[in-house]
């Protein structure tokens, strides 16, 4: 028994190494591709060269006699396979438009990478060369790659539906009708903002793979996949395939990042599955690093237009939003959704009246689909409230952090009914705003500012500044009720005390990189005693883990953590009725600390969790009407959602003659409450931070005007690597959640909320100067300098 | 990413490679470090059905002191050419350039030849030979021969090499004590230069190639010539763009590339100038 009798420290709170990293250092962890499965069929699938195209015919004859060669199907063949077409789970408008996608075209392909045919074939290799020998004729059409060409509907790319409009989606709330007019035509001051959010490629380092195995009798089939979503899966899957659902079984076996892009449901997914029973063998695919920037979703692509209002002190009035967001071809898992994550974030952090008017027009266009990624609406509603403030700060001249303290919801107001109706339950922004600023030294970088940035300087300098919130945990189930969402957003857990004391956590969250076996075995460590070390967190297997709901949005420590605390509370309690009975006293008069129950005031009379334990599995001895063993299962429906918020601060140098931006510091103040685990905590951050950073600056997926994306490979779509980032400075407060007995918020998307507006703000307020006071990202070399050249050729 | 079938033969020697890649013609590439060929190959880009490994040729992988030059073999990795005592003495630019070269990995796999051979404009190391007014000793059938490097580049990805030739040594003049500048331009490290500047100057003499300002490697010849005649850096800079015709791609416009040049051009002959 190894269950540590004498720990004074909490465990919550420390700096432990990752357990699951030896594993993946040393290569032996196993990711989908890696399993070995005999007798595996191969899919390769072939894909449209064609943005917006008819399909004329599909000549698979010559394919067919490649050698290893299989089977080849096309939509056509597949059609009745599928019980209904692939899952939105998001019907944002009861007249959301959602034209019907199959996981192959049947007549037409509306992006570059759309499945038109399948072919099943002995080996990779065989596989892929076969799909050079089949011959598509197709009658090319119009592309609509450009939104509010889109939105014309001079080319409608699903006639099914008549137009390309998916949805508009309203947030309109006043304390009066007319307040927002009223606002604005009575504003001292108003700024009028677009904004472009790019769309990015997620691009995880595993790129996807799936497996289908069929079991040798009666039809279960188990599907392994390299997804953030095992138990979402299954039941889309089995919807959509009509598979009793009880039949099937996902796997996410090790995953190599997601951030969103494998929170969905994919058409190789079922094809697998499909072709896996048809054929009644294995069959498995691997995404090719080009497939994988075509047909894995894309994320941002919002055009925004923001308004201010604001008195003559700048404190503001009225916040108007109107967006159009980019669907690509087809609504995928949460597509229509992403852009309203964003819808109550658009007044960021600040003391806003009721007078907010927010509306969101999305469209298909003949782009890979667009879904969530890191941050999903988010980043795009922080981006927008904190470049315009800083635009606001510039059309009255003052300091844009004057401005934001000004603005700030004050710490004494928390909790804050915003103007939503939503309820933010804790913050404190100005003391996160005073210790970055702290870090920066804010005042001597002004100084210094004024010194370098003169005429003709060759380098200048630029501070930028971000207060964010990140609205996260999703979700509480009748919020996401009233929001339209097709599931809760609860989750589960189960604790189980086996025989020897050793312990196994159960969680219905499915990691793919976040450390959650380290972080949940603390969490029951600290809530059972127990040594982190003694405990198994099993997930991502719905067999071994039937309930839950997935890694997503931030929401598996403030969620699914939080599920593990209360089912440990629950064992704690029924081996307190134990206890009680072993020491003959009345359970109220028993205290648990450390591992061990004593009789209050009398610390002698105790007995140990693994003695209970114990007593419990051989239950020769037990209360009456006391079950067996010891283990707990508990359901967390979180009250709110949980909202971690922060200030960034960002120092850039650019150099004017060739527009390069180099980040001097970055500075990160983070609050996610009480942090289970510091070092990944710090993790999340600094990744977060980068992946905005590198849509500030770096990335965009390009698409030429006939829908060709320009960016298929990592030398062409620059995922900025370590060498090229700044050093990241890091620091926090801790504001605990009251709504959660951890005190617990999530922090997994915290950093890419508030970086690409901290860089935007500091690369304008270097060249605002120059007379720069738009850019669109990335703020590219070529872009700056081309900003800079229109600015100085219009003096 | 998986390339289309092909055949794969293993040189011991470079006589041995000829032969072979005379046998099977067109089709037939010669495989060094594979880090310019494997990518293409990997895309669908480039469908050789017969792979000649040369890697394992010993003999061609040296960097000796001849003299007025250094006689570099065509397998010599790029790492040791960042690395070696006699390059950062003799030719301090190429040994420079050499450390800008992808990154480690590739550094320790990629050769000289094999990127000289590639032609790739956007590569750093045809560039600077050029600069440095190299000659390339390439082995044939009917034995060697020796191509300056300004006669050497004819088109995107072309060279002066013949099907059955072979890149087997780089010659290139010691700079004796010459300024020298290596300006890489991009926007992360491991990248192709966006646009990219390898120069030198001694008293009145100046070599200045560009990276990445065409379908090949570009000698900045007029900017060379203005120097002889006396013109200021800064005067001479403006012409940096005259003998190249750069392409637009998604790093940069054909304006935006043609401004690069003259700055980095400038910035090259100024540190040069030092």
């Known amino acids: 028994m190894s269950i540590t009798q004498e720990r004074t ?5 420390q700096r432990m190494l990752r357990r699951e990293d030896p594993a993946l250092l040393t290569g032996e962890a ?18 449209s060269p064609y943005a917006h195209a008819r399909i004329k015919s599909i000549d698979v004859t010559d394919a067919l006699t490649m050698p290893g060669v299989i089977a080849i199907y096309t939509g056509k063949d597949l059609h009745a396979t599928w019980a209904a077409p692939m899952p939105c789970a998001w019907p944002v408008t009861p007249d959301m438009k959602n034209p019907a996608h199959f996981p192959l075209a049947l007549d037409k392909v509306c992006y570059v990478g759309d499945g038109v045919a399948a072919v099943l074939a002995n080996s990779e290799t065989e596989s892929r060369d076969a799909l050079d020998a089949i011959d598509v004729a197709y009658e090319p059409l119009q592309a609509v790659t450009d939104l509010e060409v889109a939105l014309s509907d001079k080319t409608i790319i699903h006639e099914a539906i008549g137009t390309n409009k998916s949805y508009t989606w309203n947030l ?15 504003a001292a001051f108003t700024v009028s903002e677009r904004y472009i959010q790019q769309r990015l490629i997620p691009m995880a380092m595993e790129p996807r793979a799936v497996v289908a195995v069929p079991q040798p009798f009666g039809g279960d089939i188990t599907l392994y996949s390299a997804t953030q979503v095992p138990h979402i899966l299954k039941v889309m899957t089995a919807i959509t395939l009509g598979i009793p659902e009880h039949q099937l079984r996902v796997v996410a076996p090790a995953v190599g990042g997601g951030f969103g892009s494998k929170l969905d449901v994919y058409a190789e997914e079922l094809l697998c599955v499909a072709l896996s029973r048809k054929h009644g063998a294995p069959v498995r695919w691997v995404e090719e690093r080009t497939e994988n920037t075509q047909s894995t979703i894309h994320g941002r692509g919002q055009i925004q237009n923001i308004e201010l209002a604001a008195d003559k002190d700048g404190k503001l009035t009225a916040v108007r939003v109107r967006l159009i967001g980019d669907m690509g071809a087809y609504l995928q898992l949460v597509t229509p959704g992403v852009p309203l994550l964003g819808a109550f974030l658009y007044a960021g952090v600040y003391d806003l009246p009721v007078a907010y008017d927010f509306s969101c027009t999305s469209v298909f266009t003949t782009m890979t689909p667009t879904d969530a990624y890191r941050g999903a609406g988010r980043p795009e509603a922080t981006y927008a ?14 300091d844009p952090y004057e401005l934001r303290k000004r603005n700030y919801i004050k710490k004494e107001q928390f909790p804050y009914t915003a103007f939503s109706g939503l309820t933010y339950d804790s ?23 004024a010194t370098q940035n003169v005429a003709g300087a060759r380098k200048r300098l630029g501070i930028g500044m971000t207060s964010y919130f990140e609205m996260c945990g999703l979700a509480p189930s009748r919020v996401l009720a009233s929001l339209n969402y097709g599931a809760g957003g609860w989750e589960s857990a189960t604790v189980r005390v086996l025989p020897t004391s050793k312990v196994q956590v159960v969680t219905g969250t499915s990691p793919h990189g976040q450390g959650h076996e380290t972080s949940w075995a603390m969490i029951a460590a600290e809530k059972l005693g127990v040594a982190p070390e003694d405990i198994d967190v099993l997930h991502s297997d719905t067999a071994i883990a039937p309930l839950g709901l997935d890694t997503y949005g931030s929401r598996s420590l403030a969620v699914g953590g939080v599920a593990i605390a209360g089912a440990c509370d629950k064992v704690i309690d029924k081996a307190r009725l134990i206890a009680a009975h072993q020491l003959e006293c009345a359970a109220e008069d028993l205290e648990f600390a450390q591992g061990t129950f004593s009789v209050k005031g009398s610390h002698d009379k105790a007995v140990p969790l693994a003695a209970i334990a114990f007593a419990a599995f051989t239950a020769h001895n037990l209360p009456d009407g006391v079950e067996p063993n010891l283990e707990a299962q508990y359901t967390h429906d979180p009250k709110n959602f949980s909202w971690p918020f922060g200030a960034h601060i960002c120092i850039v140098e650019i150099d004017t003659e060739t527009g390069k931006v180099d980040v001097l510091k970055y500075i990160a103040v983070d609050d996610c409450g009480i942090q289970i685990n510091p070092l990944i905590v710090e993790g999340q951050v600094h990744g977060g931070v980068v992946q905005g950073l590198a849509q500030a600056l770096y990335e965009e997926a390009v698409y030429d005007t006939d829908g060709n994306l320009k960016t298929t490979n990592l030398a062409e779509y620059l995922v900025p690597a370590a060498c090229d980032v700044p050093p990241i400075t890091t620091d926090f407060t801790v504001t605990p959640s009251p709504t959660n007995q951890l005190g617990v918020k999530g922090v997994g998307e915290a950093g890419t909320i508030g970086a690409a507006s901290t860089v935007m703000n500091a690369v304008i307020d270097a060249l605002s100067g120059l007379g720069v006071t738009k850019l669109d990202m990335p703020a590219s070399p070529n872009n700056v300098w081309k900003a800079i050249q229109a600015a100085q050729g219009g003096k | 990413m998986i390339p289309a079938a092909f055949e794969y033969k293993r040189a011991g020697s470079a006589e041995e490679a000829i032969n072979l890649i005379g046998q099977y013609g067109d089709e037939a590439k010669f495989l060094a470090g594979g880090h310019s060929l494997i990518p293409l190959m990997k895309l ?15 003999d061609l992988s040296y960097i000796k002191d001849a003299g007025d030059h250094i006689a570099i073999g065509a397998l010599t990795r790029h790492m040791d050419v960042e690395k070696s005592p006699v390059l950062s003495q003799h030719v301090p630019l190429l040994a420079h350039a050499a450390g800008y070269v992808g990154d480690a990995q590739v550094r320790h796999r990629g ?7 590639h032609a790739d404009p956007a590569g750093d190391i045809p560039a600077t030979t050029l600069a440095l007014g190299a000659t390339y000793v390439v082995q044939g059938p009917n034995g060697k021969r020796e191509i300056a490097a300004k006669d050497f580049y004819k088109g995107f990805l072309e060279s002066a090499l013949a099907a059955d030739e072979m890149l087997v040594e780089i010659k290139v003049p010691k700079m004796n004590g010459a300024g020298w500048s290596f300006q890489k331009f991009n926007r992360r490290a491991v990248d192709w230069a966006i646009v990219g500047v390898a120069a030198w100057r001694n008293n009145g ?9 065409g379908s090949t490697p570009v000698l900045a010849s007029a900017v060379s010539s203005a120097l002889a005649k006396g013109a200021s850096v800064a005067d001479a800079a403006a012409h940096a763009a005259d003998d190249a015709e750069p392409q637009a791609d998604l790093n940069a416009s054909v304006e935006y590339r043609t401004h690069l040049a003259k700055v980095l051009v400038r910035r090259a002959l100024e540190q040069a100038s030092k």
């Open chain 1, 427 to 449: 913050g404190d922004h100005l003391a996160a705003a005073e210790k970055a600023m702290g870090h920066a030294d804010y005042a001597a970088v002004r100084k210094k500012q």
């Open chain 2, 44 to 58: 669908r880009l480039a469908q050789p059905t017969m792979l000649v490994d040369i890697g394992r040729v010993k």
């Open chain 2, 205 to 213: 003499a100046s070599g200045v190639a560009l990276v990445n300002m």
């Open chain 1, 9 to 13: 420290n909490s465990i919550i709170g």
């Open chain 1, 30 to 47: 196993k990711f989908t591709n890696d399993l070995v499965i005999p007798g595996a069929l191969h899919l390769a699938v072939l894909r």
């Open chain 1, 385 to 398: 409230i904190e470049v315009a403030m800083d635009a606001l700060a510039r059309k009255m001249k003052i």
């Open chain 1, 172 to 186: 309109k709330v006043e304390a009066t009708e007319g307040a927002v007019d009223e606002a604005f035509k009575n």
């Open chain 2, 111 to 117: 050769t000289i030849g094999g990127s000289i051979a």
